[in-house]
């Protein structure tokens, strides 16, 4: 074997021992004592491990503060060791803690715990979201009323719609620092939309047919359809939307169609 071949294969597993890995395996094939070789991955693990829960408490501020910092390091830890991050930067890590929430028996007596961190990694990608030029109203004022019901709209990149049987907004508002976490209701269910709008990140309750409509919107759903209830007027919220820049665009009907 090369000795470039040599290395690429210490150096995996290297970083396969820092990230729960065979220490052992590793630390017998380093200079020097074996023992001070472990305590030294020991050292790279813990630092590895120390940034990993940091980047998830950085995304689930309040699922932290209601959880303790005892329960909220475990999960995080075992998160890591059942889905490790598939990306190197870190923030991006965290999607799945709040699938591995409603799995997590110590969550058991929390069930609105997993919707709570729902909404915080919404609240984080809308955050970072790639932004989008708004929606040219004259080029749609200028689209002929027969074409309207088949008209797309496309959503700025920022939009999140998050769909809870829990006052996850509530939960919310009360565990932000200035707040003693006591929730001004304690009912459901929220239907929240979250967008960015002059850098930050804003939330709103939608009632359950304006979110019924945005979520239309959002799969591309011709207008008419998304609409959906007969008789419903659905012209307040789209003009919602378009207010607060949510519309980045649409599209007309198929030609010929």
């Known amino acids: 074997m090369t000795g470039t071949g040599a290395l690429a294969r210490l150096q995996a597993a290297f970083a396969s021992a820092v990230t729960g890995g065979d220490e052992a395996a590793v630390a017998a094939q380093l200079a020097g004592d074996p023992a001070l070789a472990r305590r030294r991955l020991a ?25 303790g910092e005892a329960f909220f390091d475990e999960a995080a830890r075992r998160l890591a060791d059942s889905a490790p991050p598939a990306c190197a930067d870190l923030n991006r890590y965290g999607d799945g803690f709040p699938a591995f929430l409603t799995t997590y028996p110590h969550a058991g007596q929390m069930p609105w715990l997993a919707d709570v961190a729902r909404l915080e990694w919404a609240w984080h990608e809308a955050l970072s979201a790639a932004d989008a030029p708004g929606i040219d109203f004259a080029a749609l004022a200028a689209v002929p009323a027969e074409e309207e019901p088949a008209l797309r709209f496309s959503l700025h990149p920022s939009v999140r719609l998050v769909s809870s049987a829990w006052p996850v907004l509530a939960i919310w508002e009360a565990n932000q620092p200035e707040r003693d976490g006591a929730p001004d209701r304690d009912e459901g269910a929220d239907d929240v939309l ?24 959002g799969r591309g759903i011709p207008l008419e359809e998304a609409a959906g209830s007969e008789g419903w007027n659905f012209a307040p919220m789209l003009a919602r939307l378009a207010e607060h820049g949510l519309l980045a665009g649409f599209a007309g009907p198929p030609s010929g169609g």
């Open 194 to 217: 979250l967008w960015r709008e002059d850098g930050r990140v804003r939330m709103a309750l939608l009632d359950p047919l304006d979110a019924a409509f945005v979520a239309a919107i």
């Open 43 to 67: 050292i790279y693990r813990e630092a590895i491990g120390a940034n990993r829960r940091g980047a998830l408490r950085s995304a689930y501020p309040v699922v932290a503060r209601l959880v």
